[in-house]
């Protein structure tokens, strides 16, 4: 089955609604999974709901921050939501952003992919064990788990657990989820050169590192999608989630890699001075060409076969910062018609 063939979307909906009706629409065009992402609403709460209302498109949380809960919350969670969902779920696990980490949940961050790395094992090995009614112990520098007494005592849905994908954009994160992760959730704002030359080494490192194989690991760039018949808003649209990434530090080198430090410095300039519009201004139609699909669906399509050609499936995204909730449906919508199997 090609990349094209595995299409996933976002979990998208400014009421419960609305929630529901896009995944409704999204499991009827042959959409492979919803990805429930986690800031405005809970990740797994959203995905409990779905898989109550939805009966066979994959759910997964996409993502949940992993430093925030302990990979015991994480193991019981997962394991719940498959038996919710008929084991249509996936544990989508990201480290985060450190700032919110530290702040909104007084949460240690420390060496991210390091701390990733621990948390899959750990949440891997309690859900593997959960029913073994044996002693679980994890010893790592982030995760010092001993847990005794213990057994759960529902039937799992499937004979192995639920797969864990690991979101990451740098080299490092990558190589973390091929030592570890059964799949990897490429970040929305990346280009093919950033793919080529960062991201698959990056993984590829990892398995041979871990001596997996290749084809038990499955690999899902997201691609932000603005699909416009009118090429200058599809444009603007993407600029604005552009323009947002643009103002943290964290994704200098993939601005640097294309000659947009620039342009990323002075968007993130006006962000501090309080400039709002001249946040996506700051952004030139160059930049938004190279990282995202935008325009009329030919163009979008290129771009997205481009990517497939790199990739096990596919995670299309719309343009999702400084747009109002009906612009997000109108782009998510599209992607649905425009890439869904039936």
């Not at 994959?58 to 719940?80: C, E, K, M, N, Q």
């Amino acid at each position: 089955m090609s990349a094209l063939e595995r299409i996933s979307v976002a979990a998208i909906g400014n009421t419960v609604a609305e929630l529901e009706a896009d995944a409704l629409r999204a499991e009827a065009a042959g959409i492979e999974c919803v990805w429930a992402p986690e800031l405005f609403r809970a990740a797994d709460t959203q995905v409990a709901y779905l898989a109550a209302e939805t009966e066979r498109i994959a759910l997964g949380t996409g993502i949940t921050w992993a430093f925030t809960r302990s990979p015991f919350v994480h193991a019981i969670t997962a394991l719940d939501l498959d038996e919710m969902s008929g084991g249509r779920f996936r544990l989508g696990l990201g480290s985060g952003v450190k700032r919110l980490t530290e702040t909104w949940h007084n949460a240690e961050y420390g060496k991210p992919a390091p701390h990733l790395r621990e948390a899959i094992e750990a949440t891997r090995l309690i859900m593997r064990q959960a029913g073994a009614g044996e002693p679980i112990r994890y010893e790592g520098d982030y995760y010092d788990i001993d847990i005794k007494g213990w057994v759960r005592p529902h039937p799992p849905v499937r004979d192995t657990p639920p797969p864990i994908y690991a979101a990451g954009m740098q080299a490092g994160m990558c190589r973390m989820a091929g030592d570890v992760a059964d799949g990897l959730i490429g970040h929305p704002i990346q280009s093919l050169r950033w793919i080529d030359e960062v991201v698959r080494p990056g993984f590829e490192g990892g398995l041979w590192r871990s001596k997996r194989e290749r084809a038990d690991f499955d690999y899902l760039p997201t691609v932000c999608c603005a699909i416009d018949d009118d090429e200058a808003r599809a444009l603007d649209m993407a600029r604005r989630t552009i323009s947002f990434y643009a103002t943290v530090k964290t994704y200098a080198p993939i601005w640097e890699m294309h000659g947009f430090t620039d342009a990323a410095n002075e968007a993130a300039a006006a962000f501090r001075r309080g400039d709002l519009a001249g946040v996506p201004a700051a952004i030139p139609d160059a930049m938004v060409e190279t990282y995202c699909a935008a325009g009329p669906l030919d163009k979008v399509r290129d771009r997205v076969e481009a990517t497939a050609e790199r990739a096990d499936g596919l995670f299309l995204t719309p343009p999702t910062y400084f747009i109002s909730p009906e612009e997000l449906s109108e782009f998510q919508n599209r992607i649905i018609e425009a890439f869904g199997r039936s």
